[in-house]
């Protein structure tokens, strides 16, 4: 079983957060709830506001675009880290397809820790513009 005590080891696997000093990311994790996501239940909708980051520690959940289906999400994938930065709306629909358990990062928690770290600031827009960079590579 998942505990708070271990988010900081598991948000280093998240492309977003693996930069990031140990300091920073249990200062991320501190501000994470362990959350029961019921089988059915649309955690996020497309179009819809942007709340927060989802790292399913359990269960499984089903992305659609545009009502169709795109992939299925199982424990240790993680969906909203993009939307947690820029607040726009999201691109998919996630819905739990059994019985979920997610550690969950709203952007009102997550924004007054980056404001307090320049250096992390630092370290995301960097891994950022890595990502930005192999979609790049790998679709031309």
């Known amino acids: 079983m998942t505990t708070t005590a271990d988010l900081p080891d598991l948000l280093q696997r998240v492309d977003l957060f693996a930069d990031l000093k ?3 990311r249990a200062a991320i994790a501190k501000q994470m709830r ?5 089988e059915g239940h649309q955690v996020t ?3 819809g506001g942007a709340v927060g980051f989802h790292l399913i520690l359990e269960g499984t959940a089903q992305v659609k675009v545009g009502g169709e289906e795109r992939n299925s999400l199982g424990p240790g994938d993680y969906f909203g880290e993009i939307s947690l930065i820029d607040g726009l709306p999201r691109s998919a629909t996630v819905t739990a397809s059994s019985r979920m358990k997610t550690a969950s990062l709203a952007a009102w928690d997550f924004m007054p820790i980056v404001h307090d770290s320049p250096e992390m600031v630092t370290t995301l827009l960097k891994g950022l ?3 930005i960079r192999a979609a790049e590579s790998s679709s031309g």
Do not use: F, S
């Open 22 to 24: 140990n300091k920073d």
């Open 129 to 131: 513009c890595a990502r």
């Open 34 to 38: 362990i959350v029961d996501v019921a």
């Open 45 to 47: 909708e497309e179009g």
